[in-house]
């Protein structure tokens, strides 16, 4: 089955108000920011999607990427392990003035509850975050002499993601660390977008260096010259450009 989608716009046009979105990336790398932009321009355009739930390491930087799409007033949660990172300026000042939930995650957990998601496991125990905040209210149990938590696991109704390289059925490679959390967010959503930098016909990819079998993703579309979070940034972008 052929899964090059034409365009980006094309590639987002089945996110649809009140989803759960996971948006691949730690901080800028492995950060689908075509695919963002692509989002942006919709809800422009239509209106649409809006008070989406966004599963994220970060909470996005400056005003570009993930930042851009929770300035454009998108988001209405944000799940995240670090919304504290370089320039956290659009995410810190909407959450002080209450216009967007947070829900913090440690990161190992983040993590694990995305991977249990795509591995169809409901719920998982773990040790950390015990006697803190962020561990009131869940259940708790004691192995072996030691408190553990239970935590849930994280699913989506889309992903968004970036690779190195995808075939046309969906097999995807990552370079370095741009692999991050893409791969675990590939298993556990329900549809799975992919902007990789060349896409190659089935075969163009060792079977031995496919890290996400094509199973496991509805779209690829093609980015070939990415744009890179942290260089929008050092130049002062913002997106759209009126919009700071």
């Avoid at 899964?3 to 691949?24: N, R």
């Avoid at 995808?166 to 991050?180: H, K, Q, S, V």
């Avoid at 079977?207 to 980015?223: D, M, S």
């Amino acid at each position: 089955m052929d899964k090059t989608l034409p365009d980006l716009a094309t590639a987002v046009a089945g996110t649809d108000d009140g989803m759960t979105v996971m948006i691949g990336g730690f901080g800028g790398a492995g950060a689908p920011i075509e695919l963002i932009h692509a989002l942006i321009d919709r809800f422009v355009a239509t209106g649409h999607p809006r008070d989406l739930t966004v599963v994220n390491n970060n909470a996005g930087n400056g005003h570009v990427g993930l930042a851009a799409l929770i300035e454009a007033g998108m988001v209405r949660k944000l799940i995240c392990s670090f919304p504290r990172s370089a320039d956290p300026v659009v995410f810190t000042q909407l959450y002080l003035a209450g216009g967007i939930e947070l829900e913090l995650v440690p990161q190992g957990t983040l993590a694990e509850r995305i991977r249990a998601g795509g591995a169809g496991i409901p719920a998982f125990y773990t040790p950390t975050g015990y006697g803190t905040d962020l561990a009131q209210g869940k259940p708790v149990e004691v192995f072996d002499g030691r408190p553990y938590i239970r935590e849930r696991w994280l699913r989506a109704d889309v992903a968004l993601v970036k690779a190195h390289l995808g075939d046309r059925l969906g097999n995807l490679t990552y370079r370095m660390a741009a692999r991050n959390f893409n791969p675990l967010m590939c298993m556990a959503a329900a549809r799975t977008i992919a902007q990789v930098g060349r896409i190659v016909a089935p075969g163009g990819i060792d079977p031995e260096a496919v890290v996400t079998p094509g199973i496991f993703v509805q779209g690829v579309v093609e980015v070939a010259n990415p744009q890179q979070e942290e260089d929008l940034n050092r130049a002062g972008a913002t997106y759209p450009e009126t919009a700071a």
